[in-house]
């Protein structure tokens, strides 16, 4: 199942700025969820979610619609951007034993980024729960449960079969029942 792309081909996003457009306003309303469920911190939220959008822009030419959906790509493109900057921290933090630099958000941005990092506090509590997952297996998890993809569109994002991914999808199921059936002191 792909997307509507009513701006055509997806490959037009990045050197079309009305493709773009088009393209930004339909998702990024969704990739801004995706990234407030992955990060706490405001303004590490809006810098990485204007750096998918930057990501999608050098990328597009090289979308393929037989490998899955516009959607699934672009969590691709997101989960990318997300791990980039999380090695990028630790990287910084290892030399530097300080946290990076911020820039500047207007006092309505942060309150509306605090509104949805509360929003997805359940998510985050999640995420903690399941950090001794395998990283392939939890993506896989995060791609069907939380992102709403169809399993072989999310096996295909993550270079699995459908096969393989059905059976970590179970297992991971499991577990998460398991670990979110236990009361909320116990997973601090």
Do not use: C
Not at 17 to 28: G, L, Q, S
Not at 44 to 60: N, P, R
């Amino acid at each position: 199942m792909s997307d509507p792309n009513p701006t055509g081909d997806l490959r037009r996003v990045g050197r079309d700025p009305a493709a773009f457009e088009v393209f930004y306003r339909r998702h990024v309303e969704t990739v801004g969820r995706f990234v407030a469920r992955r990060v706490d911190d405001p303004h590490t939220a809006a810098d990485l979610t204007a750096e998918v959008f930057v990501a999608v822009i050098e990328s597009a030419d090289r979308y393929r619609p037989d490998l899955g959906s516009e959607r699934g790509w672009l969590f691709g493109v997101a989960r990318n951007v997300i791990a980039a900057e999380h090695r990028r921290v630790a990287r910084e933090l290892r030399a530097t034993g300080r946290a990076a630099g911020r820039r500047q958000l207007d006092p309505d941005d942060v309150v509306r980024l605090e509104e949805r990092i509360d929003a997805e506090a359940a998510a985050r509590r999640t995420y903690q729960a399941l950090r001794d997952v395998p990283e392939k297996t939890r993506a896989l998890l995060e791609l069907v449960g939380v992102d709403g993809l169809p399993v072989a569109e999310a096996a295909s994002a993550l270079g699995m079969s459908p096969v393989a991914a059905r059976v970590r999808l179970h297992r991971a199921r499991r577990l998460v029942r398991l670990v979110l059936s236990r009361p909320e002191s116990v997973l601090v």
